[in-house]
């Protein structure tokens, strides 16, 4: 098993940039996504393959990885974005999420 | 529209069963790997196991390996989990997931979770 390390919270003010890292020993070899989840609501995919928007995800969402380090970072951010965002990484044995990182914007 | 939904969730007894089911439209089910989350309240999310679209694939997560039976019926666009020996710590709400591509192997490496069913809350206490 292996472990993907994410901040438990971060704040920006609107407007700014939130940047979330997610770190792990496996991220050099496998693609990353990202979920974000609103209070009292199932989780929504933001990112997968490293970078790929799906459908209906604002253009501000953008996601990297470099090395053992993936990012998930929201250009402009905005009240609506106040969620957890939770990194995942399926390989080398199973799905791994990231602990999740609590987003406040205000 | 994909569209999942869960039932079956509810209070059992330590060592109980459950029976979960997930009803799937607004996709072709049948060429899909499907997948179950739970989120332990308060907590993140931990992936449980996966069934690949023809259920030659199966994956179960460490900690429940031993006490689940996943299975898929593709005629009736459904999901199902069947937990055995339940514990207190399997109190959680549980996801059913479609992923991004099919599960063709012993690995499923790469892939994601796409969309998300609303889940449906499991409850395990005496």
């Known amino acids: 098993s292996y472990a993907l390390t994410q901040p438990p919270s971060l704040s920006v003010s609107p407007g700014q940039t939130a940047s979330i890292p997610c770190s792990g020993e496996?991220?050099?070899?496998?693609?990353s996504s990202w979920y974000q989840q609103r209070p009292g609501q199932s989780p929504v995919l933001v990112i997968f393959q490293d970078n790929k928007r799906p459908s209906g995800v604002p253009e501000r969402f953008s996601g990297s990885r470099s090395g053992n380090i993936a990012a998930l970072t929201i250009s402009g951010a905005q009240a609506t974005d106040d969620a957890v965002y939770y990194c995942?990484?399926?390989?080398?044995?199973?799905?791994?999420f990231g602990g999740g990182t609590t987003l406040t914007v205000l | 529209e994909v569209q999942l939904v869960e039932s079956g969730g509810g209070l059992v007894k330590p060592g109980g069963s459950l029976r979960l089911s997930c009803e799937a439209s607004g996709f072709t089910f049948r060429t899909h790997t499907m997948s179950w989350v739970r989120q332990a309240p308060g907590k993140g999310l931990e992936w449980i196991s996966s069934i690949s679209s023809s259920s030659t694939y199966t994956y179960r997560g460490a900690s429940v390996t031993g006490r689940l039976t996943l299975a898929r019926d593709n005629a009736k666009n459904s999901l199902y989990l069947q937990m055995d020996r339940l514990r207190v710590e399997d109190t959680a709400i549980y996801y059913c997931?479609?992923?991004?591509?099919?599960?063709?192997?012993?690995?499923?490496?790469?892939?994601?979770?796409?969309?998300w069913g609303q889940g449906t809350l499991v409850t395990v206490s005496s």
């Open positions: 496996t991220l050099g070899d496998f693609s």
């Open positions: 995942q990484v399926w390989g080398p044995y199973s799905p791994v």
């Open positions: 997931t479609r992923s991004g591509f099919d599960c063709t192997s012993t690995k499923c490496d790469n892939n994601w979770f796409e969309s």
